[in-house]
């Protein structure tokens, strides 16, 4: 992964990279089987081995306020009345994009705070017992059995996904293991964008790891990589009822807001 350029950072910058970051995210880039359709006015994340629940992501929204209803119309029954996301930002177009997908029957499934930090060298708790390794050959095994609770057909998709992204001849993303108690207890994905921010992409702890500081030693080693590679600031997309507050507690700031509307899952 080639180091980032440093910058300078402003607010409005910053507010700007915690929407592209994930508009622009390729989850190929984490080894998962994606299609890309640019439309022009919007961008299509077709995810077809994630199951019933999420067939991929509408990003990147830009529609013509005039001729609105009529192209969703036209992307209603491939996109919308299958189990698409559709992420709205800031910078969606129309800015009333979520009031009209919610009188198409979709509903808010995930509300996210976009979170900034330019101070690199804030302390974060840690545990000392926890050793970060990346994701390599010898242990993708062990890190696809954190999904055996979801069941055999995910943990399988979760071990050809992350084989995929070890076969991937330059990493875009690093995905490193938190080791605790001889296990592995969780993960996290980081990359380095060209910008020179940190996306702090995404954590996992295992339920039976939870409140022993695996998620904030996650962030505080990928803080670390980020001030090793030069980088200037930190950005992410953080739930707004759990991580968000976590995470500002300590130093982050709320510059930005996301959410995803889409078909409630199936139970």
């Not at 009209?100 to 840690?126: I, N, Q």
């Not at 995910?154 to 992204?165: D, F, H, I, K």
């Not at 996290?188 to 022993?212: D, I, K, N, S």
């Amino acid at each position: 992964m080639i180091a980032p350029a440093p910058i300078s950072v402003s607010d409005h910058f910053l507010a700007a990279e915690t929407e592209r970051t994930l508009n622009d995210f390729s989850f190929a880039w984490e080894g998962l089987k994606e299609t890309v359709h640019d439309h022009g006015d919007l961008l299509i994340r077709a995810l077809p081995e994630l199951g019933p629940n999420l067939a991929g992501w509408v990003v990147r929204i830009a529609i013509e306020p005039s001729r609105v209803e009529a192209r969703l119309d036209d992307l209603w029954p491939e996109y919308g009345e299958q189990r698409f996301r559709w992420l709205i930002g800031p910078g969606t177009q129309p800015s009333d994009l979520t009031e009209r997908l919610l009188a198409r029957g979709l509903t808010v499934l995930t509300e996210w705070d976009g979170l900034a930090l330019t101070d690199l060298e804030v302390e974060f708790p840690h545990n000392p017992d926890i050793v970060i390794e990346p994701l390599h050959e010898e242990n993708v095994e062990e890190f696809a059995a954190l999904f055996a609770s979801r069941g055999p057909a995910v943990q399988e998709s979760q071990l050809a996904n992350a084989r995929r992204y070890l076969n991937r001849p330059q990493p875009e993303v690093r995905i490193s293991c938190s080791r605790l108690d001889s296990r592995i207890a969780g993960y996290t994905t980081l990359r380095l964008e060209p910008t020179g921010v940190a996306y702090l992409r995404q954590a996992f702890t295992a339920p039976e790891f939870r409140g022993r500081h695996v998620y904030l030693t996650g962030v505080a080693h990928r803080l670390a990589v980020a001030r090793e590679a030069g980088c200037t600031a930190a950005v992410l997309q953080a739930v707004a009822q759990t991580s968000s507050p976590i995470l500002r507690k300590y130093g982050f700031s709320k510059v930005s807001w996301l959410r995803a509307l889409g078909h409630a899952p199936e139970s």
